[in-house]
Nanobody, 119 residues
Framework: VQLQAFGGGLVQAGGSLRLSCAAS????????MGWFRQAPGKEREFVAA????????YYQESVKGRFTISRDNAKNTLYLQMNSLKPEDTAVYYC?????????????WGQGTLVTVSS
């Protein structure tokens, strides 16, 4: 599966953005999916994950209650709704096929999208 993330941009602290990840190919619905991010000078980190059918979701502690991951398998699209954004959320965000047991990415990575949160 090939992935392409988009929807990033510049937003003030407290604002919202919705990221999307478009997948190509008929197998999107067979993968658990996740969002990961990499801030300048830092390692890539897990943000959120969702099971194949969308019934189970997982979040990094720092984004719980602010971010919501969802998916539409009919549209081959993964989403990340980000509310109450903070400057520390600034990063390049990536979507990826994900192992739920370890909340780590494997296989396909999408091209990232930059989110910048100004204070």
């Amino acid at each position: 599966v090939q992935l392409q993330a988009f929807g990033g941009g510049l937003v003030q602290a407290g604002g919202s953005l919705r990221l999307s990840c478009a997948a190509s190919g008929p197998t999107f619905g067979s993968y658990h999916m996740g969002w990961f991010r990499q801030a300048p000078g830092k390692e890539r980190e897990f943000v959120a994950a969702i099971s194949r059918g969308g019934s189970s979701t997982y979040y990094q502690e720092s984004v719980k209650g602010r971010f919501t991951i969802s998916r539409d398998n009919a549209k081959n699209t993964l989403y990340l709704q980000m509310n109450s954004l903070k400057p520390e959320d600034t990063a390049v965000y990536y979507c990826a096929t994900t192992q739920l047991a370890t909340l780590t990415p494997f296989g396909s990575w999408g091209q990232g999208t930059l989110v910048t949160v100004s204070s």
